[in-house]
């Protein structure tokens, strides 16, 4: 294999990856159908295009790794975190600081927020709203059909 057909390869091989359809791919490159199912029965490209592969998941990997590691310092960093607010709620008597802290209150008791339980049976609306919003809907969407007839029927 040539390097020019090398290229294109990698190139072929790339969209493949990222999942782009054949005949899109042949678009691209300017290459027919045919030659382009050639290319990909071909050993050469078949090599490269795992190469290809195994470095797009060596850097997803590598990519959640980074998050990974970044999450577990954030969590080390919490409890620091915490003790830095409470000192200052302690020492200064700061008030935003003790409301931070009782947002981040495990249990919720005292936060600003509390859980709230949706029953389904609040969350369903009243039968007679439906039907008339289905009414009106119905009324818009009549004189919307009403409106291109009469423009035809002028011109």
Partial sequence: MNRQVEIKAEQIARMVV????????????????SGLK?????????????KVRQTVVTNMDAQ????AQM????EDAVPDALKV???QVRTKRDL???L?????????????????ELNPQQTQM????????IKEAEKTRDMLIRVPQQKVAQA
């Fill in 18 to 33: 990222a999942g782009m359809k054949h005949t899109k791919i042949a678009e691209q490159m300017n290459l027919s159908y």
């Fill in 96 to 98: 935003r600081a003790a």
């Fill in 64 to 67: 959640l790794a980074q998050r």
């Fill in 71 to 74: 999450r577990n310092e954030l």
């Fill in 100 to 116: 931070e802290v009782l947002d981040r209150d495990p249990s919720r008791t005292l936060s600003k927020q509390n859980k709230v």
């Fill in 85 to 87: 607010l409470l000192d």
């Fill in 38 to 50: 050639r290319i990909l029965e071909c050993q050469d490209y078949k090599d490269i295009e795992t």
């Fill in 126 to 133: 009243p039968q007679s709203i439906l039907d008339n919003t």
